[in-house]
T-cell receptor, first 111, second 113 residues
Framework: NAGVTQTPKFRVLKTGQSMTLLCAQD?????MYWYRQDPGMGLRLIHY???????AKGEVPDGYNVSRLKKQNFLLGLESAAPSQTSVYFC??????????FGAGSRLTVL | DQQVKQNSPSLSVQEGRISILNCDYT??????FLWYKKYPAEGPTFLIS?????DKNEDGRFTVFLNKSAKHLSLHIVPSQPGDSAVYFC????????????FGTGTSLTVIP
């Protein structure tokens, strides 16, 4: 009963470094999402995918790239990290786009 | 521009009393709404949803009310329990334009024993 698993849980980066956050779900869900949560801002959608091989931009896509090569995985990449990308990142998945199941979050600090 | 707003950052309620959490939205295309509950260091968990064809949905102690003309929804928790202490997020989507959910900023509920 893993649900949605995010790795890593914590990461500290220096400005300009790159990294990838991995999201894996074992529920055979079609839809997957990446959100970021910042104080006073709630959850904001970065990118999402409605099926394997598809991706789309959300509210705040700049500075991020995503890939959905396998149905169960959704990767979020930062090519050149900036301090403004310090945040808690949540991955979510959904069977039909109606109810989201979230992972536990990945806390990223960019120095 | 925030399309979903939760104007009360925090709320304290005595155990056994009713908790009412409010949410306003601006986009008239939104037709599906959810409430999520979040404990510290965990991801949000789904609580209850409502479609725009309804004005009320109940699930045990939780009831969500939707007022489409006012673009307002509320979550009622009766009776409130200490385990309900968490941050509550409302979210909205316009299913005809895709599956993007827009979240509010959250309300931190504290239920006092």
């Amino acid at each position: 009963n893993a649900g949605v698993t995010q790795t890593p849980k914590f990461r500290v980066l220096k400005t300009g470094q790159s990294m990838t956050l991995l999201c894996a779900q074992d529920m055979n869900h079609e839809y997957m999402y990446w959100y970021r949560q910042d104080p006073g801002m709630g959850l904001r959608l970065i990118h999402y995918s409605v099926g394997e091989g598809t991706t789309a931009k959300g509210e705040v896509p700049d500075g991020y790239n995503v890939s959905r090569l396998k149905k169960q995985n959704f990767l979020l990449g930062l090519e050149s990290a900036a301090p403004s990308q310090t945040s808690v990142y949540f991955c979510a998945s959904s069977y039909n786009g109606n109810v989201l199941t979230f992972g536990a979050g990945s806390r990223l600090t960019v120095l | 521009d925030q399309q979903v707003k939760q104007n009360s950052p925090s709320l304290s309620v005595q155990e056994g009393r009713i908790s009412i959490l409010n949410c306003d939205y601006t986009n008239s295309m939104f037709d599906y709404f959810l409430w999520y509950k979040k404990y510290p260091a965990e991801g949000p968990t789904f609580l209850i949803s409502i479609s725009s064809i309804k004005d009320k949905n109940e699930d045990g102690r939780f009831t969500v009310f939707l007022n489409k003309s006012a673009k307002h929804l509320s979550l009622h928790i009766v009776p409130s329990q200490p385990g309900d202490s968490a941050v509550y997020f409302c979210a909205a989507s316009a299913r005809v334009t895709g599956n993007q959910f827009y979240f509010g900023t959250g309300t931190s509920l504290t239920v006092i024993p």
